[in-house]
């Protein structure tokens, strides 16, 4: 069954590093997400991508963080100097194939744990 | 802002039913879905529910929707072991971004 897959697991920086985390979504799939979860807290809806641009971020997504599909199988979450706030595990989601009703149905990935010392 | 409240426990005997409890403030929520997660792993998309329809039913999954009260639940039929994760709630007005309530932690005692 296809799924959603994310490298590192777990990824550990210091603090004002940059970092790029990566996300192979299912391979028919047209919208792709990033959410993270800090530890204790509720999931956390960060940007969706559809169609080669941002089509939703939320307050957190700031101009620290930047998303990207390098190529045609990748999507990618770059953080460009990492706080210790920053520290949570972090979802890549997609949905979306060739009928619109598949649009609804976001499949995630295992997550990679992002630690910021 | 918006919110999604879930109790965060639950324990039931293996072969009882389970009912997971949600509610959300936004009125505009189009979409209530149903995620699981295991121990060490991702979400995994169990069930959702489009907001006029109010109940759904898969296999030994039932959803049911009260859009009036704005309370979603999930009823899990003979649980069993397997079915011990953390169930989250998650509303949607666009399907673009979803809120999660804090997750439910069911725990199946044989």
């Known amino acids: 069954e296809p799924e959603v897959t994310q490298t590192p697991s777990h990824q550990v920086t210091q603090m004002g590093q940059e970092v790029i985390l990566r996300c192979v979504p299912i391979s028919n799939h047209l919208y792709f997400y990033w959410y993270r979860q800090i530890l204790g807290q509720k999931v956390e809806f960060l940007v969706s991508?559809?169609?080669?641009?941002?089509?939703?971020k939320s307050e957190i997504f700031d101009d620290q963080f930047s998303v990207e599909r390098p190529d045609g199988s990748n999507f990618t979450l770059k953080i460009r100097s990492t706080k210790l706030e920053d520290s949570a595990m972090y979802f890549c989601?997609?949905?979306?194939?060739?009928?619109?009703?598949?649009?609804?149905?976001?499949?995630f990935g295992p997550g990679t744990r992002l630690t910021v010392t | 802002g918006e919110d999604v409240e879930q109790s965060l426990f639950l324990s039931v005997r293996e072969g009882d039913s389970s009912v997971i409890n949600c509610t959300y403030t936004?009125?505009?929520?189009?979409?209530l879905y149903w995620y699981k997660q295991e121990p060490g792993a991702g979400l995994q998309l169990l069930t959702y529910?489009?907001?006029?329809?109010d109940m759904k039913q898969d296999q030994r999954l039932t959803v049911l929707l009260n859009k009036k009260d704005k309370h979603l639940s999930l009823r899990i039929a003979d649980t069993q072991t397997g079915d011990s994760a953390i169930y989250f709630c998650?509303?949607?007005?666009?399907?673009?971004?979803?809120?999660f309530g804090a997750g439910t932690r069911l725990t199946v005692k044989p």
């Open positions: 529910i489009f907001s006029n329809m």
């Open positions: 989601a997609s949905s979306g194939g060739r009928e619109a009703l598949y649009r609804y149905e976001q499949y």
């Open positions: 998650a509303e949607s007005i666009n399907n673009n971004d979803m809120r």
């Open positions: 936004d009125s505009s929520s189009t979409y």
């Open positions: 991508f559809y169609n080669n641009e941002i089509s939703e």
